[in-house]
């Protein structure tokens, strides 16, 4: 190692070393490294899991809330008990004397009685009476966002910095199940009563409610499809219409109905008007494709530097493993080529086990039967320069190498496995996620290879230049990893601060932050 080299190590040792001083850079350089065991964040996680299975006592509106929305999954599933509704319901009704003004407690109070003895008239007049005051609040809020956000919180607190792929995850855990619920609910409403206009109006206002309110992107669709199934006063909502000018017209009638009563007609048509301005600039596809898209950059930012940092240490130990073979002596004895054999067998028949393919068996049991490969006046000494083509290929084999283990250590970390669903990535034994693993593989046993071949071009034995190769080849990732760990702390640390606030405003209210995007 010449000057130049030393100053360049120390320059990025240097670097690496104020970087793990600082509590902001700190957690990045920690949080991607592979195969850590389970730290703070994750047992944060797995507690949150596990409390899913476990309803908190309903003590306070948002552990209520979780009650209901529990029941609402149960119910969709169509395993809801008789018992379990009338307990829902009486929640609802609680929730509801606590919070006067909003509507979320009687429209799932609506939901419940009506369930609880599967629709029949007794149910209808108090479950239509809990709707129809629904209709007259002022606010929806099911207090996930409340739950989401102290989640966020924990996660942070865990990790020591404010990860933009904590609320990626949280994004996640949103249930839409309520709102689908109370829509389906509706419908049960409306069918016997298509042309009530009382309840025409009350569905409008809690279908408004509902969607102004929501904090998702799927409870919203959920309230402007509950407006538009209660304006056009058809129980199977508006594709069943024959055109548009069909649905048009039913609005038009619904507000000559309310003639009578200008407040309220002025009232709904606002609630029309929304509704088909909600429809205007709420691409669903393309905002859930940036949901996807805000995670995978999360994700990235979050690893790459604890990754970079792990590349660049396993090339020092190439490069250490290098300097071991020069000093115990080995290059310079002459091993029996039956040795060589034994090891060609086994190395294939490993591959082979591990792969179950052909053609990477074969080509590993060839490369290590070249070391047996004997030539009759062979060189001794030191092996120095290989020539620009030999170092040329050891830059090229780190750098496929190194690019092939970053994705493959990303995507094994723990935060790519909780945001496999949110960031639609494949899990850490999916095939497609090997893929690079086995690229690398492949690419270190290129390194070897060139040994025996540069050995027979140049006359020296192939055990003589394999520690060349692993100096040169680990020298090459560890100089370029850690150097690239470097400048990418402060770059991923930047750019995921920023991706962090626009996340949490996705998290607390989707459909807002989507929004202010298209102004």
């Known amino acids: 190692m010449n000057r130049s080299t030393r100053a360049l190590f120390g320059a990025i040792v240097g670097a690496l070393i104020v970087l793990f001083a ?9 949080a991607g490294w592979p195969w850590r065991p389970p730290g703070n964040v994750d047992r944060v996680i797995e507690n949150g899991e596990a409390r899913k299975s476990t309803l908190p006592s309903p003590l306070s509106a948002g552990d209520a809330a ?54 029949t008239s007794p149910a209808r007049t108090p479950s239509m009476k809990a709707w129809m005051e629904a209709s007259r609040r002022t606010t929806w809020n099911d207090h996930q966002s409340e739950r989401l956000n102290m989640d966020v919180r924990q996660m942070d607190g865990a990790d020591y910095a404010p990860f933009s792929w904590h609320r990626s995850l949280a994004m996640v855990q949103r249930s839409d199940a309520t709102a689908r619920r109370i829509l389906i609910h509706s419908r049960a409403l409306l069918s016997p009563n298509p042309s009530s206009l009382d309840l025409r109006v009350a569905s409008v206002r809690n279908g408004s409610l509902l969607r102004d309110g929501s904090k998702s992107l799927g409870q919203a669709l959920a309230g402007a499809r509950l407006v538009d199934l209660s304006a056009f006063g058809d ?14 017209e039913a609005r038009g009638q619904l507000l000559k109905d309310l003639a009578d009563n ?44 604890g990754v970079l940092l792990a590349i660049g240490i396993m090339g020092a130990l190439v490069v ?14 002459e091993a029996k080529p039956v040795f060589f054999y034994v090891m060609a067998l086994v190395a294939g028949l490993a591959t082979y ?34 020539g620009y083509v030999f170092k040329g290929i050891q830059l090229v084999l780190a750098v496929t190498i190194g690019i092939s283990s970053a994705l493959y250590l990303s995507g094994i970390s723990s935060q790519a496995q909780w945001l496999a669903e949110a960031a639609a990535l494949p899990s850490a034994n999916d095939p497609l996620a090997q893929v690079p693993l086995h ?16 050995g027979l071009l140049y006359r020296f034995s192939p055990l003589a230049v394999l520690p060349v190769a692993f100096k040169q080849f680990g020298g090459f990732v560890a100089t370029g990893a850690l150097s690239l760990a470097v400048l990418a702390t402060p770059l991923c640390l930047s750019y995921d601060r920023r991706l962090s606030e626009e996340t949490t405003q996705m998290l607390v209210n989707e459909p807002n932050h989507y929004l202010s995007q298209a102004h």
Not at 22 to 30: F, M
Not at 266 to 277: F, H, P, Q
């Open 320 to 333: 250490a493993l290098g300097m071991a073979l020069e000093k115990s002596g080995l290059p310079t004895r």
């Open 235 to 248: 129980a199977k909502g508006p594709l069943s219409l024959a055109t548009p000018r069909a649905g048009q």
């Open 439 to 454: 690229f690398s593989l492949l690419g270190l046993s290129v390194v070897v290879a060139t040994a025996p071949a540069w």
């Open 22 to 30: 600082h509590p902001s850079s700190r957690p990045y350089l920690i």
């Open 353 to 386: 086990a591990g792969s179950r393919m052909v053609f990477p068996t074969l080509w590993i049991f060839i490369a290590t039967l070249s070391f047996a490969v004997s030539q009759e006046r062979r060189r001794t000494g030191t092996v120095s320069d290989l």
């Open 66 to 119: 979780v009650w209901l929305q529990t029941a609402a999954e149960i119910d969709l599933a169509g395993k809801l008990t008789l018992d379990q509704a009338l307990l829902s319901a009486e929640l609802a009704r609680q929730g509801s004397s606590n919070e006067p003004d909003n509507a979320f407690w009687l429209q799932m109070e609506s939901v419940y009685l009506f369930g609880a003895l599967r629709g």
């Open 262 to 305: 200008p407040e309220e007609r002025r009232a709904i048509a606002v609630a029309l008007a929304e509704n088909d301005a909600w429809y205007a600039f709420q691409p669903t596809a393309e905002f859930v494709q940036m949901r996807v898209d805000r995670a995978r950059q999360g994700l990235a930012a979050c690893v790459i530097p």
